[in-house]
């Protein structure tokens, strides 16, 4: 996923989880902020500053998960849950761990999170022309409910508002 907007409330840590990647899903630790820094900087053109993350590690309210692979840490996401609702913050996989189910196995770990809060629905935004998460997101249900004109930067490209709601069946 694309750098959505910022942070909120509700971190239940959730069990780790083993993916096809070999990847531990666990709550992110200060020893994992220069690999989430140095994946953010593989990632985004904009990045976040370093400060954001250390801002989010000691924010109880947030849920800051890091994939953890053979190779050290390969991923991370950042969400928040609160009233009903919740966010995907920002969530990426270093280039090497790409296509290999770590984002997909992140993305699943903080969804648990929120519907163990009692979420009813989750947003994220997403590059306009980043095929490869707007399809992971699509196989989690999430569906285009709206667009920021312009809200990314290098290059200038507008946001896709995603939304998945909790069904009852």
């Given at each position: 996923?694309d ?18 990647a070999r990847?531990?899903v666990?709550p992110?630790r ?19 500053a ?9 924010d109880?309210?947030?849920?800051f998960?890091?994939?953890e692979?053979?190779?050290g ?9 609160v ?15 790409r296509?290999?189910?770590?984002g ?25 022309s980043?095929?490869?998460a707007?399809?992971?997101y ?9 667009r920021?004109r ?9 946001a896709?508002?995603l ?6 069946g």
């Amino acid at each position: 996923m694309d750098d959505p907007s910022r942070a909120a409330e509700g971190s239940a840590a959730p069990r780790a989880a083993v993916t096809r990647a070999r990847a531990l899903v666990r709550p992110a630790r200060a020893a994992d902020l220069d690999a989430v820094v140095a994946i953010e900087r593989a990632s985004f053109a904009d990045p976040w500053a370093p400060r954001a993350f250390s801002e989010a590690l000691a924010d109880p309210g947030l849920l800051f998960l890091v994939a953890e692979g053979e190779q050290g840490v390969t991923g991370y996401v950042i969400a928040w849950f609160v009233a009903g609702d919740g966010e995907i913050a920002n969530i990426a996989v270093a280039p090497p761990a790409r296509g290999h189910g770590v984002g997909a196995a992140l993305l699943d770990a903080a969804l648990r999170v929120g519907r163990d809060c009692g979420t009813r629905c989750v947003f994220l935004e997403c590059r306009e022309s980043n095929a490869v998460a707007r399809a992971l997101y699509a196989s989690r249900r999430f569906v285009e409910v709206g667009r920021r004109r312009g809200y990314y930067r290098l290059p200038t490209e507008d946001a896709i508002v995603l939304k998945r709601s909790e069904g009852r069946g």
